[in-house]
Antibody, heavy 120, light 110 residues
Framework: QVQLQQSGPGLVKPSQTLSLTCTVS??????????WSWIRQAPGRGLEWIGY???????QYNASLKSRVAMSIETSESHFSLKLSSVTAADTAVYYC????????????WGQGALVTVSS | QSALTQPASVSGSPGQSITISCTGT?????????VSWYQQYPGKTPKLLIY???NRPSGVSNRFSASKSGNTASLTISGLQTEDEADYYC??????????FGGGTKLTVL
């Protein structure tokens, strides 16, 4: 059974960089079928796709966040990461990592979610 | 690009059927059969209910069904149960944005 385990700080100061990591177990992070994605959900709001990283390191980001987002992958350690720079209170959200099946554009496995609060 | 459009809320009584709509454009829902639906309980991770417009993953109740017509996708829940009370999100592949989510619909079982 595929599992995604998230880690990272729950509190980030304004203007600083949010950093999260997602460790994959039970499946290969190098499988060409999947994109490794980040999705967020602001309090009381809907889901917002942030972007994905492929096992090759290729990335695609939400245009609205593109200037501040960087994703990377470390296949040897079976984890991938998100960095979001210059954060503001509007970036306060539950951040999820997820596996996207590229054949169907569907998120079939999710991390447990992590509330990241931007506050001084 | 704007999110897909869902009603903010729907309600129904136990045993009834309800339908949640999800409206997009020809560059997402209307152009591709990659519509998915997710169920989310408060404070919990979204769960995949439907993929490729109408397909259910193993383990999902057949009370959940879905379809698409033009730029609008629909999720139908039949034989409503109290445990169905949750938030529901649609998503679609988007030619311009890779993937879009709907704003979510809160289902209340009266």
């Amino acid at each position: 059974q595929v599992q995604l385990q998230q880690s990272g700080p729950g509190l980030v100061k304004p203007s600083q960089t949010l950093s999260l990591t997602c460790t994959v177990s039970g499946g290969s992070i190098s499988d060409k079928t999947y994109y490794w994605s980040w999705i967020r959900q602001a309090p009381g709001r809907g889901l917002e796709w942030i972007g994905y990283v492929f096992y090759t390191g290729a990335t695609q980001y939400n245009a609205s966040l593109k200037s501040r987002v960087a994703m990377s992958i470390e296949t040897s350690e079976s984890h991938f990461s998100l960095k979001l720079s210059s954060v503001t209170a509007a970036d306060t959200a539950v951040y999820y990592c997820a596996r996207e099946d590229s054949r169907h554009t569907v998120f079939d496995y999710w991390g447990q979610g992590a509330l990241v609060t931007v506050s001084s | 690009q704007s999110a897909l459009t869902q009603p903010a809320s729907v309600s129904g009584s136990p045993g009834q059927s309800i339908t949640i709509s999800c409206t997009g454009t020809s560059t997402d829902i209307g152009g591709y059969n990659y519509v998915s639906w997710y169920q989310q309980y408060p404070g919990k991770t979204p769960k995949l209910l439907i993929y490729d417009v109408r397909n259910r993953p193993s383990g999902v109740s057949n009370r959940f069904s879905a379809s698409k017509s033009g730029n609008t996708a629909s999720l139908t829940i039949s034989g409503l149960q109290t445990e169905d009370e949750a938030d529901y999100y649609c998503s679609s592949y988007s030619r311009t944005s890779h993937v879009l989510f709907g704003g979510g619909t809160k289902l209340t079982v009266l």
